[in-house]
């Protein structure tokens, strides 16, 4: 398969462009910097809306399937910057790129167990994704959102947009999320400072974070042709650490 993948200089996209390479698929990588290796590389920068059009016009030809990785985590300060890249950019990327789909494509885009009670805040995701990058600024202020709360609603409105993308695709093109929760790569540090004790408290549960690899090995299932009844959903990989903290809540552990 001829794929395109977003964020795939470090972490989960470099696990998984090595993974997809391995399996034999021509992988495009779409970053802000070149990644290792000599996979096709076409920059693209999520916090640039010329950079976006630059890069769809730039990739050529028709795939088999996209993967959406490219995000950044919650820091100090950087709420405008998280829900432009991780929401509005993310998803005006995707729609972009639906023409250059084959059939049977699927889009797989990498969310986060953060996003888990996307369900529960409908209204304010709909608000959400109507805005534009000239207006999140003052959504953020007038919604009081800080880095920590824009990530969690970044991660809500990627899986619920989603599931909204289902219907009119239906039978052409697959829509999922993949859901982690404290993989080892270079970011680690951010949610457990931006997620506390939580974070922490989970990773003694379960004995130790997940790998990039393991992240990659189900994105690298989902885009396969095997995988054509997984469509609209959120699957979570977390080794456990949901079920683990919702039975301690339960037993008041």
């Given at each position: 398969?001829?794929?395109?993948?977003t964020?795939?200089?470090?972490?989960?996209g470099?696990a998984?462009?090595?993974?997809?390479?391995?399996?034999?698929?021509?992988?495009?990588?779409?970053?802000?910097?070149?990644?290792?290796?000599?996979?096709?590389?076409?920059?693209?920068?999520?916090?640039?809306?010329?950079?976006?059009?630059?890069?769809?016009?730039?990739?050529?030809?028709?795939?088999?399937?996209?993967?959406?990785?490219?995000?950044?985590?919650?820091?100090?300060g950087?709420?405008?910057?998280?829900?432009?890249?991780?929401?509005?950019?993310?998803?005006?990327?995707?729609?972009?790129?639906?023409?250059?789909?084959?059939?049977?494509?699927?889009?797989?885009?990498?969310?986060?167990?953060?996003?888990?009670?996307?369900?529960?805040?409908?209204?304010?995701?709909?608000?959400?994704?109507?805005?534009?990058?000239?207006?999140?600024?003052?959504?953020?202020?007038?919604?009081?959102?800080?880095?920590?709360?824009?990530?969690?609603?970044?991660?809500?409105?990627?899986?619920?947009?989603?599931?909204?993308?289902?219907?009119?695709?239906i039978?052409?093109?697959?829509?999922?999320?993949?859901?982690?929760?404290?993989?080892?790569?270079?970011?680690?540090?951010?949610?457990?400072?931006?997620?506390?004790?939580?974070?922490?408290?989970?990773?003694?549960?379960?004995?130790?974070?997940?790998?990039?690899?393991?992240?990659?090995?189900?994105?690298?299932?989902?885009?396969?042709?095997?995988?054509?009844?997984?469509?609209?959903?959120?699957?979570?990989?977390?080794?456990?650490?949901?079920?683990?903290?919702?039975?301690?809540?339960?037993?008041?552990?």
């Amino acid at each position: 398969m001829r794929l395109a993948l977003t964020g795939g200089a470090t972490g989960i996209g470099a696990a998984t462009v090595a993974r997809l390479r391995a399996d034999g698929h021509q992988v495009v990588v779409f970053d802000i910097r070149k990644p290792d290796g000599d996979a096709q590389w076409i920059k693209l920068d999520l916090m640039d809306e010329g950079s976006i059009a630059s890069a769809l016009e730039a990739a050529e030809g028709s795939f088999d399937g996209l993967v959406s990785i490219a995000g950044i985590p919650p820091r100090d300060g950087n709420e405008v910057a998280c829900l432009t890249v991780n929401t509005l950019a993310t998803c005006a990327f995707i729609e972009g790129f639906m023409s250059k789909l084959n059939e049977g494509a699927a889009v797989v885009t990498v969310a986060s167990r953060a996003g888990m009670a996307w369900q529960s805040n409908l209204d304010q995701l709909d608000d959400l994704l109507a805005q534009t990058p000239a207006s999140i600024a003052g959504w953020c202020a007038a919604n009081e959102v800080d880095a920590t709360k824009a990530y969690v609603l970044s991660k809500q409105a990627i899986i619920y947009r989603h599931q909204q993308m289902v219907t009119p695709h239906i039978g052409r093109h697959r829509f999922v999320t993949v859901s982690p929760s404290a993989v080892s790569t270079g970011i680690l540090d951010d949610f457990v400072k931006a997620f506390g004790p939580m974070v922490a408290a989970n990773l003694a549960r379960v004995g130790r974070s997940g790998t990039p690899e393991e992240v990659a090995s189900l994105i690298s299932f989902c885009l396969a042709p095997e995988a054509s009844w997984i469509n609209g959903v959120d699957i979570v990989t977390d080794g456990g650490m949901g079920a683990m903290a919702m039975m301690a809540q339960r037993s008041g552990g």
